[in-house]
């Protein structure tokens, strides 16, 4: 069965200081992962993905995700927090087969100036 | 290109009482996808309708709960009667069809914060 943790509910960055946002999946066949942005009162706004190709994958507003097979982890990265960055961030992993997505339970960016 | 839209972005209704959901997605794309997140959980598949076909609906909670999509262009999810546990967000998202292309990402709408009191 597919699916997708978020180990942490919130993460504190002050701006200008990289972040990072964890997330780990769980798939029986090809992992095809997603993250995913929720702003304020707005809806999910894609970032990037990863089919397959580079382990690194650079995404939407400066974002980066590193796919790591071994430790079937998907983390989303940033070198520099803006504050402007802070919103729900969540982690998806599309269903080969049945062509749905799983979502994590999202994971609130705090970013301070 | 108008993206995904959902009517309303809010409702508060009573328990008991009916309350429908709409989702216009992207034209042309015929996957069409319900989503809920209630507070601080992860976002729960509900269901999946390729054109007007229910394609999965195993996400649907029970039979309080009826999606429709009408010749395959809006959709409509009524909760009837609606309980407490029913309140939450309620996404709808939509992609396009095409066998194998996996790397398509779904669109998502603002979605409605239904409450239920």
């Known amino acids: 069965a597919q699916s997708v943790a978020q180990p942490e509910d919130q993460v504190n960055v002050a701006e200008g200081n990289p972040l990072t946002v964890k997330c780990t999946y769980s798939?029986?066949?090809?992992?095809?992962l997603f993250w995913y942005v929720q702003y304020p009162n707005r809806g999910l706004q894609f970032l990037l993905k990863?089919?397959?190709?580079?382990?690194l994958v650079k995404g939407s507003y400066g974002f980066e995700a590193e796919f790591n097979k071994s430790q079937t982890s998907f983390h989303l990265k940033k070198p520099s927090a803006l504050v402007s960055d802070s919103a729900l961030y969540f982690c998806?992993?599309?269903?080969?087969?049945?062509?749905?997505?799983?979502f994590g339970s999202g994971t609130k960016l705090n970013v301070k100036p | 290109e108008a993206g995904v839209t959902q009517f309303p972005s809010h409702s508060v209704i009573e328990k008991g009482q009916t309350v429908t959901l709409r989702c216009d997605p992207i034209?042309?794309?015929?996957?069409l996808y319900w989503y809920r997140r209630v507070m601080g959980k992860e976002i729960k598949f509900l269901l999946h309708?390729?054109?007007?076909?229910?394609?999965?609906e195993s996400g649907m909670p029970n039979n309080r709960f009826l999606a429709e999509r009408t010749g395959g262009t809006y959709s409509t999810l009524k909760v009837q009667p609606a309980e407490l546990e029913d309140s939450g967000v309620y996404f709808c998202?939509?992609?396009?069809?095409?066998?194998?292309?996996?790397?398509?990402?779904?669109?998502f709408g603002q979605g409605t914060r239904l409450t239920v009191v």
């Open positions: 309708f390729v054109k007007e076909s229910k394609q999965d």
């Open positions: 990863y089919i397959t190709g580079d382990n």
């Open positions: 034209s042309g794309h015929d996957n």
């Open positions: 798939v029986s066949g090809n992992p095809y």
């Open positions: 998202a939509s992609s396009h069809h095409r066998r194998g292309l996996m790397n398509t990402e779904a669109f």
């Open positions: 998806a992993v599309r269903d080969e087969d049945f062509n749905k997505f799983y």
